[in-house]
């Protein structure tokens, strides 16, 4: 086991923490510049690493991960010298793929016998240590019972990087670039057709329907990765032609940055860079080579930014509407509300209404029903609701909204220990909750201090998190005036919320989410006994509320009710000619459609129940009196006993987890 520097032959210099130094691999091979301190040493403990900066060596390692790999070692099935050439089958497979084998070899790829099998081996390194192996049966067929690709045990303490950290070299003067491809053929593809510095994804292309990034691309938040990527200048993403290919260099072009992000386009019918350069007989493809290659290199495509986009860089977008033509989001399953709206990513809807017309208990609802009516899609929401305060009542609100049953035990309609159990946890999975406060909030690299924990930089830090990590669908802001605004002295009210409006609009474009902003209404005159209902002109501080907004909502209830003459007396003033009524409804008013396929301008009226849950209104329903049922314990009982499986008190209601 290697412990010390001296032990490498690295001629150290005691008291000092970081110092440059003659390299012991290099010094000697050199017929000029002997003797020059071209290894970096850092000495620190825990962190004891050195790095050759000769662009010819390059030799690194890192003392302190050596003893933490020893297993994955052990367990790799690595030669212990790895030969100069490979066995006739292998060399074979390296020809058939147009790659050069002594790239193989300097990639220090190696193979062994398992089961019978001959199996390739492509070794994962950090800093010269191994870290991990991915393994490759090339014979595999449709039908084995063995995997094609499988890479060594976790129990054995590998570490997830993407593969060809351990070569990257870059001249000093020299602009970083790298080449990032979805598999190891491709990269070594690349590599044989003469270009360096190619990273190949470690865990292949995510599903396409999968919308859990959290550990598939964990490796990001890596400090290793992280201290490698963030000098990088240009990534060239180099994926698939599919959807999954298309999928991962979108979502990590959100990592990284996508203004320092390009990708490759390939021919027209060539699914990636190796059929580029090889060939493929079962699709009648010629191989292209070296000039192929280059060909793509060159034509190498920006990814999409506000204002500069071509037909190119969105070409799956337009192949979507070529397919299936102008669709309409999302809804909830009730026809009288999905044909008024629909969600989409990259739209921004608000919502207004005068105070207690049920904006915030609308949005709950339609979030329950959006996500239950979609459980394929695994549909995700962030939520920023500082006025429905504390976060335990909005999650106890929301359980009440799916269940259709009380979070208060021992009454009449509680629901179970069981129900209760479920529902948060789907509710964990579904709702992501923004609630920083002074004393529990993130700096996001000392970008946010305590006096601007609900600024709009703050909330958006959030959002982008939990795109990266959780794919969320989309978010709400409720409400507009609850963001820390900080509006220059130089420009009006309108124009500063116009601004924000765009930026918003901008920020689900990039990010590919939906957003929802509940904001108030200014003071809306009577007419009659009720408020008259508001319109989109009417949200405070801009016009622009309606001109930037995709789709435009108003509620509205009229809750004053004339009496009947008959309970009248002559003493009643004009306040007592009117009632109160709880069970008014709730008008549910589509003011704007931006874009005709996603919904239509028109109303409807609704009902909400004691559980925050809305329906259409009955006009006939709402004349009968309601009569709570008796609680009757045997009943309740063999009720909860069949609805084991079941948390909502609808039995035509599907479990959504």
């Given amino acids: 086991m290697i412990t010390s520097f001296e032990e490498l032959g690295i001629q150290t210099k005691p008291g000092k923490v970081r110092y440059s130094t003659i390299c012991p691999k290099c010094n000697d091979l050199r017929s000029h510049h002997k003797n020059q301190s071209c290894l970096t040493v850092n000495d620190e403990p825990g962190n004891r690493w050195w790095h050759c900066n000769h662009p010819h060596c390059g030799w690194s390692g890192n003392l302190d991960v050596y003893d933490k790999y020893v297993k994955v070692l052990e367990k790799s099935n690595m030669p212990s010298q790895i030969p100069n050439v490979y066995s006739r089958e292998v060399m ?74 351990q070569s990257l070299q870059f001249a000093p003067e020299e602009q970083k670039v790298i080449i990032w491809t979805e598999g190891e053929l491709d990269r070594l593809t690349w590599m044989t057709a003469g270009y360096r510095n190619v990273l190949s994804e470690p865990q292949g292309a995510p599903n396409v329907n999968s919308n859990d990034f959290k550990e598939k691309f964990a490796y990001v938040n890596d400090v290793y990765f992280k201290s490698v990527i963030k000098d990088i200048d240009l990534i060239i993403f180099s994926t698939d032609g599919d959807e999954p290919g298309i999928k991962l260099r979108e979502h990590l072009s959100l990592y990284f940055g996508k203004d320092r992000c390009k990708y490759i386009n390939y021919p027209v019918g060539y699914k990636d860079i190796n059929e580029v350069y090889a060939g493929c007989s079962e699709k009648n493809l010629a191989p292209l080579g070296k000039e192929g290659i280059d060909e793509c290199y060159r034509g190498k495509v920006s990814f999409p930014v506000k204002g500069i986009i071509t037909p190119s860089q969105i070409k799956s977008e337009l192949e979507t509407y070529v397919k299936s033509g102008f669709t309409p989001g999302l809804g909830i399953g009730i026809s009288e509300i999905d044909n008024l709206f629909t969600l989409k990513p990259k739209h921004l809807t608000g919502i207004t209404g005068l105070p207690s017309s049920g904006k915030s208990s609308f949005i709950r609802w339609y979030l329950c029903e959006f996500i239950k009516h979609n459980q394929d899609k695994n549909i995700k929401w962030a939520m920023f609701t500082p006025e429905n305060r504390p976060v335990s009542r909005e999650i106890a609100k929301i359980a009440e909204v799916f269940t259709g049953k009380s979070i208060k035990e021992n009454s009449y309609d509680s629901m179970d220990l069981f129900k209760r159990e479920k529902v948060f946890k789907f509710i964990e999975q579904h709702f992501f909750i923004i609630s920083p406060d002074r004393m529990n909030f993130e700096t996001w690299n000392n970008k946010i201090d305590a006096n601007r924990i609900n600024s709009m930089e703050s909330l958006l830090q959030y959002l982008i998190y939990l795109k990266k990590t959780e794919n969320i669908f989309g978010y709400v802001i409720d409400a507009w005036n609850k963001i820390e605004n900080e509006q220059p002295k130089y420009i009006s009210e309108t124009q500063y919320i116009s601004k924000q409006l765009d930026y918003l ?153």
Avoid at 128 to 142: P, S
Avoid at 623 to 652: A, G, M, R, T, W
Wanted: with cysteine.
């Fill in 505 to 657: 609009l901008d920020f689900g474009t990039v990010y590919d989410v939906h957003g929802i902003i509940i904001a108030h209404t200014t003071k809306i005159e009577h007419k009659g006994a009720n408020y008259r209902i508001p319109c989109l002109f009417d949200i405070k501080g801009s016009s622009a509320w309606k001109e930037k907004i995709d789709i435009g909502i108003i509620l509205h209830r009229y809750f004053n009710k004339l009496k009947d003459k008959s309970n009248l007396s002559e003493e009643d003033d004009e306040d007592d000619m009117y009632y109160i009524d709880d069970k008014a409804p709730t008008i549910l008013k589509v003011e704007k459609i931006r874009f005709e396929e996603t919904g239509k301008m028109g109303k409807t009226k609704l009902s909400m129940d004691s559980k925050g849950r809305f329906s259409i209104f009955d006009e006939k329903k709402s004349k009968e009196s309601v009569k709570i049922p008796k609680l009757n314990p045997k009943i309740v009982l063999e009720d909860d006993k069949d609805d084991e499986d079941d948390i909502f008190s609808n039995k035509s209601e599907k479990l959504p987890f």
């Fill in 92 to 165: 074979d497979y390296w020809k058939v793929r147009g790659i050069d084998y002594r790239i193989a070899l300097k990639e220090r790829i190696f193979e062994f016998n398992l089961n019978g099998k001959t199996i390739i081996g492509f070794p994962f390194y950090m800093n010269n240590t191994l870290v991990n192996v991915k393994y490759l049966n090339f014979k595999w067929k449709k039908g084995d019972k063995e995997p094609k690709w499988w890479q060594l045990n976790k129990e054995y303490g590998t570490k997830i990087i993407p593969w060809g950290m």
